[in-house]
């Protein structure tokens, strides 16, 4: 991060250096999409949420008191920001069904809806961590610093999930042995 630390570069973007901000966006945004993804399920609404989120930390980010607690902060206004959006599609839209059955792979052999659809109806905790660790591609120790838990619990969490994942997976006779 440029040779800063974290507290101090929340620290000089509070004080309105956008280089400074800019960084943080560079290394929180990945992490941002996949919060906003784990409740909204579209990457693009997800980018849109995370987008969002930064351009309020920025207006608001002279209210952080404590700059080590930025990247929970910033977790919190994004999810708030993904909360919303769900909210107002959920008022303004009529949802459609998908009535195709599901498939284990897309043509390209990539993971399919079948698969997409089981990590969204993870727990939201499972479903996180998951989406932050293979969808975002951020290590243990950037999901611990992302959700403000350690490298353990974010262990743990993923463990779990990926049982439940292919449990679910394996009893709809998709790819849960593959897991």
């Known amino acids: 991060m440029n040779g800063q630390t974290l507290s101090q570069l929340v ?3 509070r004080e309105g250096n956008l280089e400074s901000f800019g960084l943080l966006y560079e290394r929180y945004y ?3 999409v996949g919060v906003a993804y784990s409740l ?3 990457r693009h609404l997800a980018e849109d949420a995370a987008q969002e989120a930064f351009a309020s930390a920025c207006g608001d980010i002279a209210r952080l008191k404590r700059p080590e607690k930025f990247a929970g902060w910033l977790r919190q206004i994004c999810r708030n920001v ?3 959006i769900v909210r107002s599609r959920a008022r303004g839209a009529a949802v459609v069904k998908n009535l195709s059955p599901p498939t284990a792979n897309d043509a390209d052999g990539r993971p399919g809806e079948a698969v997409r659809r089981a990590v969204m109806e993870l727990p939201p905790r499972g479903r996180e961590v998951v989406l932050l660790h293979y969808f975002s591609g951020l290590s243990y120790g950037q999901i611990a610093e992302t959700i403000g838990g350690s490298v353990h619990s974010v262990r743990g969490r993923l463990f779990r ?4 994942l292919a449990a ?3 009893r709809e006779g998709t790819c849960g042995s593959q897991l």
């Open 30 to 32: 990945a992490a941002m």
């Open 82 to 84: 993904a909360i919303d």
């Open 11 to 13: 620290r000089s973007a």
């Open 161 to 164: 999930a990926r049982r439940e």
């Open 40 to 42: 909204l399920g579209d």
């Open 168 to 170: 679910k997976l394996s």
